[in-house]
């Protein structure tokens, strides 16, 4: 899995994060493609510059032409939501385009909610340690999102939740 380096690093900067999206599928054992990764994390300005460390000392930079820094001013990424309609924040390797991460800013599911359901699983092959929200809480982001695509995971994950519920 690519993102087992930035999942690391994360976690020892202690970043209070949680992956969903596709990737909180796959590792949940469905196997599906995804061209990213979809994070939510806690908002606080002290977190979201401890990522924003992170992703600047991996190579990642913002999608779009802007400082980093002023996501994590509350009050500029607000105006951004307010806007330009923004739901996610967007990073990427610009050495390898294909490889996208989305700060998931615009849900109904806070991070401070679905840290009280969070599961730890693990990466594929190095064990590394990856915050996940709650098959549960992924069914309520993707039933908001209602793509196509969503409503195929949503089936799958109630079959991995009643795998998961025998063990």
Known sequence: MYYEKLFSALNKKKVKYAVVGGVAVNLYGIERATHDLDLLLAMDEENLLKTILVFKKLGYRPKVPVR??????????????????????????????YILIDIVIS?????????????????RDKKIKVPVI?????????KQARRARDISDIEMLKKARKIIAQK
Do not use: G
Request: proline share 4%.
């Open 68 to 97: 980093p820094e002023d996501f994590a001013n509350k009050q500029i990424r607000e105006r951004w939501i307010k806007e330009k309609n923004m739901i996610v924040f967007s990073y990427i390797d610009f050495k390898n385009p």
């Open 107 to 123: 849900s109904f599911l806070k991070f401070e909610d679905a840290a009280k359901n969070i599961n730890i699983l693990t990466a």
């Open 134 to 142: 709650s098959i549960d809480d992924l069914i309520k982001m993707k």
